[in-house]
């Protein structure tokens, strides 16, 4: 059973608000973000709420309708406005893994009192909150009739302007691990009634940018979108075994906030804290155990052991061999998953799916963990594992006990593949009771982050992208310019789980799929930007230590952090390239990337202080005959006023660390 989080409809983080009320007086409430760039509007028309949205004077989004389809009724029977009332406030608070580790962000909020005009009378309020970045609303249900709120659908609608230009995930169905390749389309050309992952990306002619997603998923159903005739309309996950409905549970409840981020800046979207804003407070008092960091996960590699090494396996000295790697190279974590394609513990499975006697209590013969546990720690080195959901969750209370006893710092949990309300509440607490026994959380095959990591900051990343996993297998590879894609939809939800650090880079031509030793697409300097580009505070570090040490790049690896102070994105465009530049204790890198073209990037250092900076940069060596592991470094002095320009490999990429002087 998941410990609820108390729904207070009252109580905001921050300070200094004001709150009073009105009566509706049939004109529509307007509502501007705190710098009056973004202005929002609500009103019932023929008894059907909705609103729409205008950014620097022009009109985003026309009239939405609003609608939910309860079991007995919906909106759409006509509501009417009894009250609304206003506030001005702030969230402000400190992160221990994202993109800033202190945040302090202004919002305004209206809140519209709603009740149905047919019986049962129903209440809900509309929340709607506006901050410099966006837009969000949420659904807070009041009045209790009957036993239990039963939701069969929710119809947000988003009637956008004109024929903006869309980055979208198509999905075949609900239960899925939210992976593939982006459609990069007109809206009016995306395929009408198909489900769309989010985030989406939209770009306007006028270059203004607006991404729609969702924050604070608890205890509801996750959010999709389909294409209209007339635009955007939201779908939620239907309940396993129970498909007429998406959300069962008791009053008071609500829903998770509807996301639309809106910037002139497609980068601004990598930047802004107001994904975590939306989320609850932290809900762990004390955070000392938590240590972020990067991993290993030999899976990816194919278990690759040196030859002269003792019968490797799935036993002590295999994972010895992989520790005392970490040690050498201050990498804080060894993942214990499988070899021979058998997990670490008992399993009559196939393919990593539990069998009927799978248990995670018992690891398999010849490996004993807590001897693992125990000389991992004598180097100084953390041990996480792999685990299926499916054999963790039946014994969810014993396995965290025994892992917490072995030594265990954290583990990826896989295969999740869904986010119905049962599933969100599954991974919820997963994340309660793994913060009891000290254990962070690796959520693999799931869905986007919901800016829970300031909630429950032992969830350290997500996946749910199509990432270099993929290269064991998929014949066309995972391209610079799926990487992109990845940058400006999924990641800015928040952090994003790849299998990074594949050290043999080829050119397309010749890429092929090998389950062994991978090949990757994309230069090696793009390899280490992604280290910078993608927020993650559990970064891998997937290839074998023959492939890393003595190699050109590898010490960027070794020294790069996983969690920053503050991120700001020097240059942006979708489809093109990312330069992004992350601080950690006074110490900036950049990394930057560009898709399958080569092109020059200028770097401008106008965000730096005062004074003269060491800089490190490592980028593409451009000799021919072309190398695309090829590194070029070198250290130069810049200042505020310093401008480079670096050229890259299609593919390509460089990062630079700068140290004050």
């Known amino acids: 059973m998941i410990k609820s989080l108390k729904i207070t409809f009252t109580t905001i983080a921050g300070c200094c608000f004001s709150l009073f009320s009105m009566a509706y007086s049939g004109h529509p409430l307007q509502l501007s973000s705190p710098d009056n760039q973004i202005e929002y509007g609500f009103d019932i028309r023929q008894g059907r709420p909705g609103y729409y949205i205008s950014y620097q004077g022009k009109k985003l989004i026309d009239f939405s309708s609003l609608n939910l389809i309860f079991k007995e009724d919906s909106l759409a029977g006509g509501v009417e406005l009894i009250k609304s009332a206003r506030m001005d406030s702030l969230e402000h608070y400190t992160l221990m893994t994202g993109r800033s ?77 939210h992976e593939g390749n982006y459609l990069r389309r007109p809206l009016r050309d995306l395929p009408q009634d198909s489900l769309m992952d989010m985030p989406m990306l939209l770009a306007f002619p006028d270059s203004t940018y607006m991404a729609i997603t969702e924050a604070a998923l608890l205890d509801y159903a996750g959010m999709y979108l389909v294409k209209t005739k007339s635009g955007l309309l939201s779908r939620l996950s239907p309940l396993p075994g ?119 209590l018992k690891p398999v013969p010849g490996l004993n963990m807590k001897e693992v546990c125990d000389y991992a720690h004598s180097k100084g080195v953390g041990v996480r594992v792999w685990v299926h959901w499916q054999a963790l969750y039946p014994k969810l209370d014993s396995a965290f006990a025994i892992f917490q006893d072995w030594g265990l710092s954290g583990m990826m949990v896989d295969f999740l593949n869904r986010d119905d309300q049962t599933m969100v509440n599954i991974q919820t607490e997963i994340l309660q009771k793994a913060a009891a026994h000290h254990l962070h959380i690796q959520f693999h095959g799931a869905y986007k982050p919901t800016g829970l990591s300031r909630t429950y900051p032992n969830e350290f990343t997500r996946e ?48 092929r799929a090998q389950y062994t030793r991978p090949l990757v697409l994309g230069t090696r300097c793009h390899m280490l930007a992604m280290y910078v580009v993608l927020e993650n505070a559990d970064a891998m570090v997937c290839d074998y230590p023959e492939a890393y040490e003595g190699q050109p790049g590898f010490e960027f690896i070794q020294q790069v952090p996983t969690t920053w102070d503050e991120t700001r994105v020097l240059s942006a465009l979708p489809d093109q390239y990312l330069i992004i530049a992350r601080k950690k204790e006074g110490i900036w890198w950049m990394g930057a990337i560009t898709g399958n073209t080569k092109r020059t990037l200028v770097v401008s250092f106008g965000f730096l202080q005062d004074g003269s900076w060491k800089a490190d940069l490592y980028q593409d060596e451009l000799k021919t005959p072309f190398n695309p592991n090829g590194i070029s470094k070198k250290s130069i002095v810049v200042d505020q006023h310093t401008t480079l320009e670096i050229p890259m490999a299609p593919g390509g990429g460089f990062t630079l660390r700068l140290e004050k002087q």
């Open 464 to 511: 749910g992208t199509l990432n270099y996993e993929a290269d064991k297998w998929d014949p066309l590879g995972v391209s610079p310019d799926h990487d992109l894609d990845i940058a400006f939809t999924r990641t800015i939800a928040g952090s994003t789980d790849y299998h990074l650090g594949g050290f043999r880079a080829v050119l397309p031509s010749a890429f």
């Open 242 to 360: 129970k498909t007429d409905f998406a959300v069962v549970a008791s009053y008071p409840h609500r829903s998770p906030w509807r996301v639309l981020l809106i910037s002139r800046r497609p980068g601004r979207f990598l930047e802004t804290n107001m994904i975590t804003d939306l989320a609850p407070p932290c809900e762990i008092k004390d955070l000392s155990w938590l240590k972020p960091g990067k991993t290993t996960f030999p899976w990816w590699n194919g278990n690759v052991t040196a030859d002269t090494l003792n019968a490797p396996g799935n036993n002590f000295v295999t994972q010895q061999y992989y520790i005392d790697f970490c040690a050498r190279s201050k990498i804080e974590y060894h993942s214990v998953v499988e070899y021979g394609l058998h997990q670490w513990y008992q399993d009559d499975g196939v393919s990593f799916m539990p069998g009927p006697h799978s248990n995670v």
């Open 101 to 177: 580790s202190t945040v302090s962000d202004r919002f305004r909020q209206l809140s519209v009192f709603l009740r149905e005009t047919k019986t049962p009378f129903r209440e809900v309020v509309l929340v709607v909150r506006l901050f410099n970045d966006g837009v969000a609303f949420r659904y807070e249900f009041l009045k209790p009739l009957g036993e239990s709120l039963e939701l069969m659908r929710e119809e947000s609608s988003f009637q956008l302007m004109g024929n903006p230009f869309v980055h979208a995930l198509v999905l075949d169905g609900f239960e899925n691990s």
